[in-house]
């Protein structure tokens, strides 16, 4: 096991996460499950405080901290396919790796869209991806899990074993233990239709109303986002963008599913085309120093769709807006019983997400706007996706998990991190 600790050469950059800055005491990295458990009795042992780092990505900054310790599982990356289409991966693991060790088997499995994404944030908390709509959320794949608890223990998680921890696992992030393993079913994938139909800003609303009300009952192949007052495409001037993503490899289908889109509007750009699934994720953002970014996410049912979408065409267009991100999802996703996971959102039409970013006296005299657009939302919109949450607030938390579910993940929690060693998180405190 690696130890890193101030003033040693490597500090300055472990010390980090990709969107925060933290002082650790120490930053271990772990190359086996021992190591993990070792890592865990060492924090315990010292009474500092734990932070565990994936990826790096949690907006809200949750793979670092000031004087305690993190556990950095990038040593724990391995991608092996077992037998049929079992996918045994290390909890360290970047959803790029993944998709690049099973490319060559003609495998995958439902993701996000960023390549440095860590496979344990992501799955932890939902995995909202572009396949959620033929095969649902990366948990929705999952089918066991190795956790090293509080106690230094390591436990295995199936629906057979330790179900109920199993079931905290699928949607209640890192609040029961550190993964050092997760098991998924893959599925067989070819190549996909995937690119962007883009429209002019001043036919966002025409657009995203149309582009709704189809989405609705499109073929379970494709997933979309639609974007607009892209910031680094004109803001409020940038191009309404429609990203599709159909996955399988016939023009025909594909065509007929995605040629509804082109009709919305007066199309100004069209970059779709077939290539590898592996190809469709991106780099994920590194931001530059001094460089704050504040995300807020919620999620819309189809009676609220209507008005959510006139707020979010109106917000588009004013200056200084935010970047707007709205992801259509249901199909598969929606299939999976409320209560299966700790998912709680599971009848959502639309997810969408609210982007500023900036040093930050920028962001800072933004957030006004940024609050007024959200007290519009309020009344129609429920939930938060904790994925592209950039606090953690006890609203946050209410947000993110209903009272029944809450109570749940509370019981849970009990049993497994009683002390509430892991609470670097959307935190859950332990039932009393």
């Known amino acids: ?11 300055a950059s472990a010390s ?18 021992a190591d993990v458990r070792e890592a865990v009795r060492f924090a315990t042992g010292k009474g500092l405080s734990l932070s565990v780092r994936g990826g790096g990505h949690s907006f809200a900054g949750f793979g670092t901290n000031d004087g305690g310790v993190v556990i950095d599982l990038r040593l724990l990356a391995g991608v092996e396919v077992l037998d049929g289409h079992r996918v045994r991966i290390g909890g360290g693991a970047t959803w790029g790796e993944v998709a690049a060790a099973l490319a060559p088997h003609d495998l995958a499995i439902s993701s996000g869209d960023t390549r440095s994404v860590g ?47 199993f079931w905290a696992l699928r949607g209640g992030g890192g609040n029961f233990g550190i993964v050092t393993a997760f098991e998924f079913a893959a599925h067989r994938t070819t190549e996909v239709f995937f690119g962007a139909v883009s429209f002019p800003a001043a036919q966002a609303a025409a657009v995203l109303g149309g582009w709704a009300e189809y989405v609705r009952h499109a ?6 986002i639609a974007s607009l007052a892209n910031p680094a495409a004109g803001g409020p ?40 699934y592996a190809d469709v994720l991106v780099d994920g953002l590194v931001p530059p120093p001094g460089l704050t970014l504040v995300t807020r996410a919620a999620f819309a049912e189809e009676e609220s769709v209507p008005e959510v979408l006139r707020i979010l065409s109106e917000a588009g267009a004013a200056q200084g807006a935010p970047f707007i991100a709205i992801r259509s999802v249901g199909g598969a996703m929606a299939r999976v019983p409320a209560d299966a996971t700790a998912f709680a959102h599971r009848h959502a039409e639309l997810m969408f997400v609210t982007t500023v970013g900036g040093p930050t006296p920028v962001v800072e005299a933004a957030r006004p706007g940024l609050d007024a657009i959200w007290e519009r939302l309020a009344p129609h919109v429920s939930g938060a996706y904790a994925n592209f949450l950039a606090a953690a607030t006890e609203q946050d938390v209410a947000a993110i998990y209903p009272k029944e579910t809450y109570e749940r993940l509370a019981a849970v929690k009990r049993q497994y991190d009683p002390a509430n060693l892991f609470a670097g ?5 332990p039932l009393s």
Request: glycine share 10%.
């Open 219 to 224: 073929p379970e192949e494709l997933t979309t």
């Open 16 to 33: 980090r996460a990709l969107l925060a800055t933290g002082s650790p005491a120490y930053v271990l990295r772990p190359a086996t499950a």
């Open 425 to 429: 998180n959307h935190n859950i405190r």
């Open 1 to 11: 096991m690696e130890i890193i600790e101030p003033g040693t050469a490597e500090y």
């Open 119 to 165: 496979v344990g944030g992501l799955t932890l908390t939902g995995g909202i991806g572009w396949k959620v709509r033929k095969y649902g959320l990366a948990m929705d794949s999952l089918v066991a899990a190795e956790v090293v608890t509080a106690d230094g223990e390591l436990v295995r998680a199936s629906e057979r074993e330790n179900p109920e921890l």
């Open 237 to 276: 001037n940038a191009p309404v963008e429609i990203a599709v993503a159909f996955d399988g490899d016939d023009p025909e289908r594909a065509g007929a599913a995605i040629d509804p889109i082109r009709r919305l509007g007066t199309v100004v750009g069209d970059t779709v085309r077939p290539m590898p």
